[in-house]
């Protein structure tokens, strides 16, 4: 059975940092991209930042580049994300994604149930 766990959410003053977790199993780890999304209330799921595990390759939207930081740990199947110098307006559920597509182009996308992230000013 596939599973992402989210954990690290919580409650913090605006300048602070928080470092999220995703622990996940049931799949091949190291085949997949792993990305962080984060959803604000009344806005539109979007994309922080995203790790491919095979290489290390990673990507970061705008709003976070230089204040976030995406890492994994292949032995132990976990993907952080560390989030420093947060703003009000980084306050979102974040949700972890694993994504990857199989030799006959299908796709394999599963997500995990969230973190809440809430940043005070």
């Known amino acids: 059975e596939v599973q992402l766990v989210e954990s690290g959410g919580g409650l913090v003053q605006a300048g602070g940092s928080l470092r999220l977790s995703c622990a996940a199993s049931g799949f091949a780890f190291d085949r997949y991209s792993i990305g962080w999304f984060r959803q604000a209330p009344g806005k539109d799921r979007e994309g922080v930042s995203c790790i491919s595990i095979g290489d290390g390759h990673s990507w970061y939207a705008e709003s976070v580049r230089g204040r976030f930081t995406i890492s994994s740990d292949k032995a132990k199947n976990m993907v952080y994300l560390q989030m420093n110098s947060l703003k009000p307006e980084d306050t979102a559920v974040y949700f972890c994604?694993?994504?990857?597509?199989?030799?006959?182009?299908?796709?394999?996308?599963?997500w995990g149930q969230g973190t809440q992230v809430t940043v005070s000013s």
């Open positions: 994604n694993a994504k990857t597509s199989d030799v006959l182009f299908r796709v394999h996308d599963y």
